[in-house]
């Protein structure tokens, strides 16, 4: 079965505060890792949160540590796949497709935007 979001996707937010109370939702961001376990996404620029980490050395003898911001997942349910034609927010689908390589025709999924019907 295909995945609706991949690693390299461009997704927008579309859940949560507003971005004039300081939430993510319009904003748009590439896909870094998917986690299919969980059914949540890394998504760069969104869900940042402050990251304390224990004050140690490493082996040169540099101070490691401190607060670091870090992108956390977010639930996929939460990211719609952006439609490179229109940019915004679509629905994703799936639809056969027969492909021909060296003699052999094969039958295929591929994602299609519902918005527009278009292969993504």
């Known amino acids: 079965m295909g995945a609706k979001i991949k690693k390299g ?3 927008q937010v ?26 949540r996404v890394l998504v760069e620029g969104i869900n940042r949160v402050t990251k304390h980490t224990k004050v140690g050395q490493s082996q040169r ?23 490179p034609s229109t940019k915004k927010p679509t629905r994703v689908g799936f639809r ?18 519902k918005a527009s019907g278009k292969d993504i």
Do not use: C, W, Y
């Open 61 to 83: 003898g540099t101070k490691t540590g401190g607060i670091e911001v870090v992108e956390a997942p977010i639930h996929v349910s939460n990211v719609a796949l952006v439609d």
């Open 14 to 39: 579309i859940t949560g505060a507003k971005q004039e109370r300081g939430g993510d939702r319009g904003k748009q961001g590439k896909v870094l890792r998917v986690f299919t376990e969980t059914n």
């Open 96 to 113: 056969l497709e027969t492909v021909e390589m060296d003699g052999v025709s094969k039958t295929v999924r591929v994602r299609v935007s």
């Open 9 to 11: 996707d461009l997704v």
